[in-house]
């Protein structure tokens, strides 16, 4: 019999996670006992109730698992944990708020028992408030724009993969870690179903605009030379608009005005090229500093503590 891992991050979740653990039981309850089933959940750095409801079914089921990050990381961090520590033969990835409704569990089986490594979730319709629908759209389309990944529209958190397609993510080692890309770049053999999404079951989200541009740029450094691209090319524009700059000035002092060029032309020149330069150096410094963070090879994160979890 096959076995499913649920993939859980949670961060500050007291309010949904006990109705998100009841519904993906009777969503499996509707499977007739034909897969085995396991729970991972990855806490990064709740402090409220989250963890101790958490830990107060696990104590009831052997099936709910959960690692507690000492401090808080990210999601990007807690879904590789999460990755990690699953045992299934497939891994399902959502979240707790249950926009990605548990009753889609079986449509993502289906599909991937027909012989894909990965199947994706698409939201029909995002339901959300227009603020929040219009920054996931501007954040989607940064990060096509400036990253050239070829994620599909409409991306759902929820989706479900392989052992060998879990393999292969756990092999990349990288600090900095943008998981959409990752999955888009380990490639195999991928699809997509589109599913019904509801409203937040509770509370609200914690993934702010702030917090999807940060990643957006994040994105953007780690799967994109782009802007190091775009440094050279508006480098090369600048010499040539000095060069255009220097021969109107000296056509027009030799045949048509007789101008006394000033200190002003001067220091705005040292100003705007100073600028220029601190901004190409800005560029440059953040890929070092991306560099730096890798070569020092820490863990990807810390965990405080395992329940039902044996290593």
Known sequence: MKKISLVVPVFY????????????????????????????????????????????????????????FSYNHGKQ??????????TGDYMIYMDPDLQDPPEEIHRFIEEIEKGYDLVFGIRREKKDSFINIMFSKIF??????????????????????NRKFADKFLAYPEQNRFIEGMFMHVGLKQTTIEITQRARFAGVSKFNFRRKMKLAFDAIFDFSELPLKQTVKFGFFMMFMAFLSL????????????????????IITIIGATGILLYFMGVIAIYIGRIYKEVKGRPLFSIKELTNIHE
Do not use: H
């Open 140 to 161: 989607w389309w940064v990060l096509e724009k400036f990253t050239g990944l070829k994620i599909p529209k409409g991306l759902a958190v929820m989706r479900i993969f």
């Open 13 to 68: 979740e007291e309010d949904c996670i006990l109705q998100f653990i009841a519904e993906v039981k009777a969503a499996f309850a509707g499977l007739n006992g034909q897969y085995q089933y396991e729970f991972v959940f990855i806490d990064d750095g709740s402090k409220d109730r989250t963890t101790s409801l958490i830990k107060e079914e696990a104590a009831k089921d052997q099936q709910i698992k959960l690692v507690e």
């Open 77 to 86: 961090w807690a879904v590789s944990a999460g990755i990690k520590y699953a």
């Open 247 to 266: 021969l109107t000035i000296v056509v027009l002092r030799l045949f048509f005005i007789d101008f006394q060029i000033g200190w002003p032309s001067i």
